[in-house]
C-alpha cells in the first residue's frame, strides 16, 4: 500500500514532531508514503475560499492532480486540509462548470484536474484500511492503564456529505474512540466532545473569544474525565490545547494541565519511535505519560 | 447602520441595501433564499457560544435584510471556523458556511478583509502557505527533519506554477495583493 502525504502548512512549520510521528508510523504498519514533491497549502479558509469558489478549487486542484498523477489517495492528519481539500474535490466533481473552468487555468500549467485521488485523513485511513485489530497486533507498546479524553476536530466529522471516510453519526463519532481503546485506553465521555476547539479563524479574529471555548472543553473534560492524556485528531486542535493552557493558567481560568498528544504520536510511540522525535515539541509536560506508555 | 445599531434593534429597513441578496448568490450561496430563519444552524454554532454578535443564521437575515454595512464593520464574518456544522443541520441545505464564505468575497470585493487574511494571500503567493514560519527549519533539524519541507518552498518549479495558478484567478483582478515582487515574510500565521 501507497498513499500521498500532504503535509499541510501547520504540521510542517509549527510541529514537525507530527510530521514525524507520520513518517514513523504509516510505513511500520507497511504502508509506504509519497511526498507529493511540490504540494502547497490546501489552501485555507481565510484565504482561496474567501475570495472566490474557482481560484480555491484551481489552487486545490493543482495539489489533487499531483497525487492523481501518481494514482494515490492524500492523507492528511490537519483538519484544515482534509477539509479544504475534500469541499473542493466536492465542488469539482458535483459542479462541472467548476471543473470545467479550473481546468481551464490549470491548461496553462499542463495540468488536469480529473477527479481519481480521494482525500482521506490519517487515522480514518488506517481504521478503514488496517482496522483497530491489525493496529493492535502491530504495537510495541500500550496504553494500558491510561484514561485519555478526545478531541475529534470538526473537519473530521462536518460536513459528511464532502468526505470519503465517515462517521455512521458525526454527532456521536467512534472511530478516534475505537483507535484509542484497540491501544488499550480507557476513554471517558464528556459533555462536551464535539465542540470546536476554537483555534482557526476564530483564534485569529479574536483571541479571548477563541480561549473561552478551549477553556469550556478542558474543564468539562477535567471535571468528567479527569484524564491523564487529551488525544486529538487534527493537528490545529493540537496546537490550541498544547498552548491554551498556559495562557488559561497564567489568566487564572484554569488551576491545572493536561497533557495533549495527536493520534499520530500516541500511535508512533505504540509502535517504537524515538519520543523526542515524535512528541518533542509538545508544550505541555507529556514525559510523564510518555513514559508511563514506554514502560507499559 | 453600525453593528450597534443593529445590537440595539433599531433597524432602519429603507436603508437595507437589496442588491446584496443577488451578489451573495452569485459568489456560492446560491441557496440562500431557502433559509426559513428556523435556527437550527445557530444551535449548533460556536461562534454562538464564544459570543460573537453576528452568527449563521443572524447574518442570514442581516443579509436578507440588506444590512451590509453592519455585517461590513464587524468582524464575525472572519470569526467563522468553517467547522461546517450549520450545513449538516440544515434542513433546508442552505449550506450557511458557504453563505458566510460569499459575505467574507462581498467583503473582500469592498477590500473591507482583516490585515491576517491579506498576509495570508501574500505568503500563499510568495511561498505556497498561507501559514510560514521562515525560522521552521530550527525546528524541523530538531526533530530530525530536513530544513524544508517537500512542497513549493522546496521546489522554485512547483511555487512557479503555484503563481501562474493564482495569477489566473479573481485575487489576481482584484487586486488585493502585490504579484510581481516578492515579499516573503518571516511568519505568517493565519
Ligand atoms: S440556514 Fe438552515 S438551519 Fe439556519 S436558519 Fe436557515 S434554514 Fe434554518
Ligand atoms: S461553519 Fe461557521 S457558521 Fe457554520 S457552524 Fe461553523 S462557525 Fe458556525
Known amino acids: 500500500m501507497k498513499v500521498g502525504f500532504f503535509v499541510g502548512c501547520n504540521t510542517a512549520f509549527n510541529r514537525p514532531d507530527l510530521e514525524q510521528a507520520v513518517r514513523y508510523a504509516f510505513p511500520a504498519l507497511g504502508i509506504e508514503l509519497d511526498d507529493l514533491e511540490g504540494q502547497s497549502c490546501c489552501p485555507s479558509w481565510g484565504t482561496m475560499p474567501s475570495v472566490d469558489v ?13 497525487a492523481e498523477e501518481k494514482g494515490l489517495d ?9 477539509g479544504s481539500l475534500a469541499e473542493s474535490k466536492y465542488k469539482m466533481d458535483t459542479h462541472p462548470e467548476i471543473k470545467a473552468q479550473v481546468n481551464e487555468i490549470l491548461k496553462d500549467i499542463g495540468r488536469e484536474y480529473k477527479g481519481t485521488s480521494n482525500v482521506r485523513l490519517a487515522f480514518y485511513y488506517l481504521y478503514h484500511e488496517l482496522g483497530p485489530d491489525r493496529i493492535k497486533e502491530a504495537v510495541k507498546y500500550k496504553l494500558d492503564g491510561l484514561t485519555v479524553a478526545l478531541q475529534p476536530g470538526c473537519h473530521t466529522l462536518w460536513p459528511s456529505k464532502v468526505y470519503y471516510d465517515k462517521e455512521e ?31 482557526g479563524a476564530m483564534r485569529s479574529t479574536d483571541m479571548e473569544k477563541s480561549l473561552k471555548l478551549v477553556e469550556k472543553k478542558l474543564i468539562s473534560m477535567k471535571n468528567e474525565v ?13 496546537i490550541q490545547f498544547d498552548t491554551a493552557q498556559e495562557l488559561l493558567r497564567s489568566g487564572k481560568k484554569i488551576n491545572f494541565e493536561i497533557p495533549v ?23 505541555t509536560d507529556v514525559s510523564r505519560v510518555v513514559n508511563r506508555i514506554l514502560e507499559g | 447602520m453600525s453593528s450597534d445599531q443593529v445590537a440595539t434593534g433599531v433597524i432602519n429597513l429603507s436603508e437595507g441595501d437589496s442588491s446584496l441578496v443577488n451578489e451573495i448568490k452569485e459568489l456560492g450561496g446560491e441557496e440562500l433564499m431557502e433559509c426559513i430563519q428556523c435556527a437550527k444552524c445557530a444551535a449548533a454554532c460556536p461562534m454562538v457560544l464564544a459570543g460573537f454578535p453576528f452568527f449563521n443564521k443572524r447574518i442570514i437575515q442581516a443579509i436578507f435584510l440588506g ?19 450549520c450545513t449538516e443541520v440544515c434542513p433546508r441545505e442552505v449550506n450557511p458556511f458557504e453563505i458566510i464564505q460569499a459575505m467574507r468575497r462581498v467583503a473582500i470585493r469592498e477590500f473591507a ?9 501574500k505568503s500563499l503567493y510568495d511561498t505556497g502557505h498561507a501559514v510560514y514560519l521562515a525560522g521552521a527549519g530550527n525546528t524541523r533539524a530538531k526533530v530530525g527533519l530536513p530544513e524544508k519541507p517537500p512542497s513549493t518552498v522546496a521546489n522554485p518549479e512547483a511555487l512557479k506554477e503555484l503563481q501562474a495558478v493564482i ?24
Open chain 1, 226 to 238: 479527569n484524564p491523564d492524556l487529551i488525544v486529538t485528531g487534527c493537528s490545529s486542535c493540537l
Open chain 2, 167 to 190: 495569477r489566473k484567478t479573481a485575487l489576481a483582478d482584484l487586486g488585493i495583493i502585490p504579484m510581481d515582487e516578492s515579499g516573503v515574510k518571516e511568519t505568517c500565521e493565519v
Open chain 1, 261 to 283: 498528544l495527536h493520534i499520530m504520536q500516541v500511535l508512533a510511540l505504540c509502535l517504537g519511535a524515538d519520543p523526542e522525535k515524535v512528541t518533542g515539541l509538545a508544550k
Open chain 1, 54 to 66: 474557482v481560484g480555491w478549487c484551481a489552487v486545490g486542484a493543482r495539489n489533487h492532480t499531483i
Open chain 1, 74 to 82: 492524500i492523507v492528511t492528519v490537519c483538519g484544515s486540509c482534509y
Open chain 2, 113 to 121: 478583509l482583516p490585515t491576517l487574511s491579506i498576509e495570508g494571500l
Open chain 2, 67 to 85: 444590512l451590509r454595512d453592519a455585517l461590513l464593520d464587524d468582524s464575525s464574518i472572519w470569526a467563522c471556523q468553517s467547522c461546517n456544522r
Open chain 1, 169 to 199: 453519526d458525526p454527532f456521536h463519532p467512534r472511530v478516534l474512540k475505537e483507535m484509542c481503546e484497540a491501544l488499550g485506553a480507557t476513554v471517558g465521555h464528556y459533555t462536551r466532545l464535539i465542540d470546536c476547539c476554537g483555534m
